[in-house]
């Protein structure tokens, strides 16, 4: 039996009352809740087709209110997460948001966005989870499952959930990851022979040669840059700062100097020639603290920047499937072809800057050969001009 619209009754201080909205068609239960620090008034709202529909609702949200959180009905996941991304990460590195958001919106909006916090189980987060674990690695997963738990613990903090129901389900395995690569000792000469007297040669050059990081590489400034060796230092680059939040490196022991092989050194220097006459004929006054691998604005470079520009390099080289590879690999090369030059783990790790030898052992180093020696001129041993070289071809893998 369908009811019959009655005229709105006026409720006293602090009930409950419900109308009709004859605009939406709809009940209407309000709660008063006194006003806001703002000065407006605090009603949480609640509607539904049948008075007795609205009661009902009036009473769980009664119940969520002396549990201490409202848990709005209309607020969604997609409205969590949103709000969290743009609340909760004041501060963060733009690269960080910028991926936070990415997995967002293609791995748990899509899927979940529409859902009411209050109405979400963890029975439909078990479901979602298991579907994107078909697609995504097992790390991405457990981002996706982060930020759906951090989302919801916003909200929670805003008295927008009651509960956390990401905390009650356990995230499964993905897929497995791609592993990362090194150059053989013949792609990697045919990689610094590629593109010569260009700022990604150079680039490519410092990173295999001296195994720096690309966050350290693209925030380099000259000043860092030590080219004319005098006593006993040689030609070196101060790897000091980063992309990372206020410039810091990414551990300790990765504010490091390295010494530059000859090859590097010689590269650098055609390179700092090339920067210099570019600065002169743009009307500019040179500065050691101008960018080593600026863009044509003088910015440090993306990340995607470098990359793109790396796989043209690659594809000048002879490989035959570029997009495979990404500049990070370069650093995965300099420790693979020291460990099969028969430098110590032990030395690498100083080098790449890792606070010990496990991480170069477990990630980095591709190749294996006894321990027989040590020395800082392993590179130029590796790309002289006189040793006889072996290994596969280019973009052969």
Same mark, same amino acid.
């Given at each position: 039996?369908?009811?019959?619209?009655?005229?709105?009754?006026?409720?006293?201080?602090?009930?409950?009352?419900?109308?009709?909205?004859?605009?939406?068609?709809?009940?209407?239960?309000?709660?008063?809740?006194?006003?806001?620090?703002?000065?407006?008034?605090?009603?949480?709202?609640?509607?539904?087709?049948?008075?007795?529909?609205?009661?009902?609702?009036?009473?769980?949200?009664? @119940?969520?209110?002396?549990?201490?959180? @409202?848990?709005?009905?209309?607020?969604?996941?997609?409205?969590?997460?949103?709000?969290?991304?743009?609340?909760?990460?004041?501060?963060?590195?733009?690269?960080?948001?910028?991926?936070?958001?990415?997995?967002?919106?293609?791995?748990?909006?899509?899927?979940?966005? @529409?859902?009411?916090? &209050?109405?979400?189980?963890?029975?439909?987060?078990?479901?979602?989870?298991?579907?994107?674990?078909? !697609?995504?690695?097992?790390?991405?997963?457990?981002?996706?499952?982060?930020?759906?738990?951090?989302?919801?613990?916003?909200?929670?903090?805003?008295?927008?959930?009651?509960?956390?129901?990401?905390?009650?389900?356990?995230?499964?395995?993905?897929?497995?990851?791609?592993?990362?690569?090194?150059?053989?000792?013949?792609?990697?000469?045919?990689?610094?022979?590629?593109?010569?007297?260009?700022?990604?040669?150079?680039? !490519?050059?410092?990173?295999?040669?001296?195994?720096?990081?690309?966050?350290?590489?693209?925030?380099?400034?000259?000043?860092?840059?030590?080219?004319?060796?005098?006593?006993?230092?040689?030609?070196?680059? $101060?790897?000091?700062?980063?992309?990372?939040?206020?410039?810091?490196? @990414?551990?300790?022991?990765?504010?490091?100097?390295?010494?530059?092989? &000859?090859?590097?050194?010689?590269?650098?220097?055609?390179?700092?020639?090339?920067?210099?006459?570019?600065?002169?004929?743009?009307?500019?006054?040179?500065?050691?603290?101008?960018?080593?691998?600026?863009?044509?604005?003088?910015?440090?470079?993306?990340?995607?920047?470098?990359?793109?520009?790396?796989?043209?390099?690659?594809?000048?080289?002879?490989?035959?499937?570029?997009?495979?590879?990404?500049?990070?690999?370069?650093?995965?090369?300099?420790?693979?072809?020291?460990?099969?030059?028969?430098?110590?783990?032990?030395?690498?790790?100083?080098?790449?800057?890792?606070?010990?030898?496990?991480?170069?052992?477990?990630?980095?180093?591709?190749?294996?050969?006894?321990?027989?020696?040590?020395?800082?001129?392993?590179? $130029?041993?590796?790309?002289?001009?006189?040793?006889?070289?072996?290994?596969?071809?280019?973009?052969?893998?």
């Amino acid at each position: 039996m369908t009811e019959t619209p009655d005229r709105r009754t006026r409720a006293g201080h602090g009930d409950d009352s419900i109308y009709w909205d004859k605009s939406k068609n709809r009940y209407i239960g309000a709660v008063s809740l006194g006003y806001t620090p703002a000065g407006k008034r605090n009603r949480p709202k609640v509607s539904g087709r049948t008075k007795a529909e609205v009661r009902q609702k009036l009473r769980e949200l009664r @119940k969520e209110l002396a549990d201490g959180a @409202k848990a709005p009905a209309n607020y969604s996941v997609a409205q969590a997460v949103t709000d969290w991304i743009s609340q909760g990460l004041k501060g963060r590195e733009v690269t960080s948001v910028d991926t936070y958001k990415s997995l967002a919106e293609h791995h748990i909006i899509p899927h979940l966005g @529409k859902a009411k916090m &209050r109405d979400l189980e963890a029975d439909d987060l078990d479901e979602w989870l298991e579907a994107e674990a078909e !697609v995504l690695a097992t790390q991405s997963l457990k981002m996706v499952h982060s930020i759906l738990r951090r989302s919801i613990s916003h909200a929670q903090r805003r008295g927008r959930a009651i509960r956390n129901v990401a905390e009650l389900v356990e995230v499964p395995d993905g897929q497995a990851g791609r592993p990362s690569k090194s150059l053989s000792l013949k792609q990697g000469e045919a990689v610094l022979r590629a593109r010569e007297g260009s700022w990604i040669h150079a680039y !490519v050059v410092l990173s295999l040669l001296v195994g720096v990081r690309p966050e350290e590489a693209r925030p380099l400034t000259w000043a860092h840059i030590h080219l004319a060796g005098s006593g006993r230092d040689k030609p070196h680059v $101060d790897v000091w700062r980063s992309v990372r939040r206020h410039g810091d490196t @990414k551990t300790r022991k990765s504010r490091r100097s390295l010494a530059m092989p &000859r090859q590097a050194a010689l590269v650098m220097k055609a390179h700092k020639r090339q920067e210099q006459a570019r600065c002169l004929a743009g009307g500019k006054a040179w500065s050691d603290e101008a960018l080593v691998f600026p863009t044509e604005s003088g910015e440090v470079r993306s990340a995607l920047n470098v990359r793109r520009n790396f796989r043209a390099l690659l594809k000048e080289a002879g490989f035959q499937n570029p997009q495979e590879w990404t500049p990070r690999e370069l650093r995965t090369s300099f420790v693979s072809l020291l460990s099969d030059h028969g430098i110590p783990i032990e030395v690498i790790a100083r080098l790449v800057g890792h606070m010990g030898s496990g991480t170069t052992e477990r990630v980095y180093r591709k190749q294996l050969r006894p321990v027989i020696s040590e020395g800082a001129e392993a590179m $130029d041993d590796i790309f002289g001009e006189d040793d006889a070289k072996d290994g596969g071809t280019p973009g052969g893998g």
